[in-house]
């Protein structure tokens, strides 16, 4: 989506004003299946849409700070991360929640039963540069956005959820809202001086001498192709010639998203590194779930995403499916797993109010739509995007909850956007299975079969807007993955940590699909941006399955 903020620009108090009804039924709020950028235009004054379509709106302040906090009850390693907190305003003190962005196109606010999330509100601008209404991000690596303008103090569109329980079991009730700033926090916002971190580089070729294949699907690696191959965690659709130059009224957001610097892994910080945390942490020196280097073949997903922008959905699916399986062996390790069904990626992309179909989205987001709608499975609703082309709408039958796959819970790896790191990493995976991960990926990575792959993208863009915090800054990404383990191997008489990674361009790429990735450097991006999705057994197929072992 056309949309660019970060944590700064939303620091302080916010009016959030929801519909008066909660639904039994999903609500779109506006928005269709999938989400479109059209139709988000099309809402204008969306406190007023609410308003005429919903009646009433209940009103709730709260003030989003960059103070962070624990949360004790959460499983390990999840009791260790530093959440952002959220607070009254009225008394100011302690913490009633917890908030997050989502990359730099929406905002998640989590206050106990409720969760709201929305994208901020963006508008097109109307002059003879931007002639048409363009699906995608129009979005390039240092941020700068074409054609559209954000408002980071006001949500564009936005679903509001409340858990419940209905015999004994989570489900949730629907509504909408909307919501605005109302005053800025002028205590922790702090921007550095552009010039401070802005390095210009070319893309950095491989000092391990990682092996190379020519892919004949790959040959065509034209600007377009590339983009379609691509569009990770959000998609940069082609565009009219005449757009390839980036112009801006807003000299706010101009050239804010530079290079890293004298930081060095991230935009903010520089991370020690942890050589020793394997015995400290009790973490071995390789670990993986499963992959084609150690001789398996994965069965969860051996098609590739076409020139479709789905490696979002097919890399969280890939997370629900892999973690499924690890928790049911390990409750019932005596039954064969091997044919049961897999949750569809299709679903995803074709019926996700919250991400934009075959123009991209975020894991984050469908962690979010598995836990509160679910997903049929892969034999319901087949993967069949052609080389052609792919799907424009929703037509799967929402069936029975009973017939659909659901995730217990999901989050940022770290507590927060802008909060994961490598250890994180490894101690999320180590306990609990795969994790999704974003990486601004090089057109070298196309041709990857073998080795460890430590190539750096050309003008990787990144920022540091909160220097004070302890949070890492902004990176550029534009694909997703999954990291299912992690090792280390002597390279050319040199120890080199790596990522063990599952892509989402088939079996037919790298090793099975499979590729190593250098580790604890946050490569492309890789250690910047993580997402967990945990199984729920207490509904749908799961619990089917389970109450047959009973």
């Not at 059209?38 to 709106?57: H, I, M, P, S, T």
Request: overall charge negative.
């Amino acid at each position: 989506m056309p949309l660019i903020n970060q944590c700064s620009d939303v620091l302080g108090i916010w009016r959030i004003l929801e519909t008066e009804t909660f639904h039994d039924e999903p609500q779109t709020c506006g928005g269709s299946l999938p989400n479109r950028n059209l139709d988000n235009l099309k809402l204008g004054d969306y406190r007023r849409y609410l308003q005429a379509r919903y009646g009433g709106l209940r009103e709730t302040v709260v003030e989003l700070v960059d103070e962070r906090h624990y949360r004790r009850s959460e499983l390990p390693p999840r009791n260790q991360w530093r959440y952002l907190g959220v607070r009254d305003p009225a008394s100011g003190h302690g913490f009633i929640g917890q908030w997050t962005l989502v990359y730099d196109e929406g905002l998640d606010i989590d206050i106990g039963p409720s969760r709201y999330f929305g994208f901020f509100k963006y508008v097109k601008i109307d002059n003879n540069d931007c002639p048409m209404v363009l699906e995608g991000s129009q979005e390039d690596s240092h941020g700068n956005v074409q054609c559209y303008r954000t408002t980071a103090s006001e949500i564009g569109i936005g679903w509001a959820t409340r858990k419940v329980f209905k015999n004994g079991k989570p489900a949730f009730t629907y509504g909408c809202f909307y919501a605005e700033k109302v005053k800025d926090d002028k205590r922790h916002s702090y921007v550095l001086d552009e010039s401070s971190n802005a390095v210009l580089r070319n893309e950095k070729h491989s000092i391990n001498k990682w092996v190379k294949r020519d892919y004949a699907e790959f040959r065509d690696l034209s600007p377009f192709r590339f983009l379609q191959l691509h569009k990770g965690t959000y998609f940069k659709s082609i565009h009219h010639s005449h757009l390839s130059e980036y112009r801006t009224s807003d000299t706010h957001f101009a050239n804010r998203f530079m290079q890293k610097g004298a930081h060095g892994k991230y935009a903010c910080k520089a991370v020690a590194d942890a050589a020793d945390y394997y015995g400290e942490m009790e973490l071995p020196r390789h670990w993986s779930w499963g992959d084609s280097f150690s001789g398996e073949t994965d069965i969860i997903q051996p098609f590739s995403q076409g020139q479709c922008g789905s490696c979002y959905a097919m890399a969280s699916i890939y997370v629900l499916a892999r973690r499924f399986d690890i928790l049911l062996r390990k409750l019932y390790p005596e039954t064969n797993w091997e044919h049961t069904a897999r949750p569809s990626v299709r679903d995803i992309v074709e019926c996700s109010p919250f991400n934009q179909g075959c123009f991209g989205g975020f894991p984050f987001l469908v962690g979010k739509h598995l836990t509160e709608l679910g997903v049929l499975s892969e034999s319901d609703s087949p993967y069949t995007m052609k080389l052609e082309g792919g799907t424009s709408s929703c037509h799967v039958k929402q069936d029975s909850p009973d017939d659909r796959w659901f995730a217990a819970s999901y989050g940022y790896i770290g507590g927060c956007y802008e909060c994961t790191s490598e250890l994180e990493i490894m101690k999320e995976v180590y306990h609990h299975g795969p994790v999704a991960v974003a990486i601004d990926a090089p057109q070298s990575l196309f041709n990857y079969y073998n080795g460890v792959y430590d190539d750096e993208p050309a003008n990787h863009g990144s920022n540091c807007d909160l220097p004070l915090s302890s949070l890492n800054g902004w990176e550029y990404t534009n694909h997703a993955i999954i990291i299912v383990g992690w090792g280390e191997e002597d390279v050319e008489g040199v120890l080199t940590k790596f990522w063990v990674c599952r892509n989402t361009w088939g079996n037919d790429w790298g090793i099975g699909g499979f590729f190593k990735m250098k580790r604890g450097v946050n490569l492309c991006g890789v250690e910047s941006q993580a997402v967990y999705i945990d199984p729920d057994l207490t509904r749908g197929i799961a619990a089917r399955l389970v109450k047959s072992q009973t």
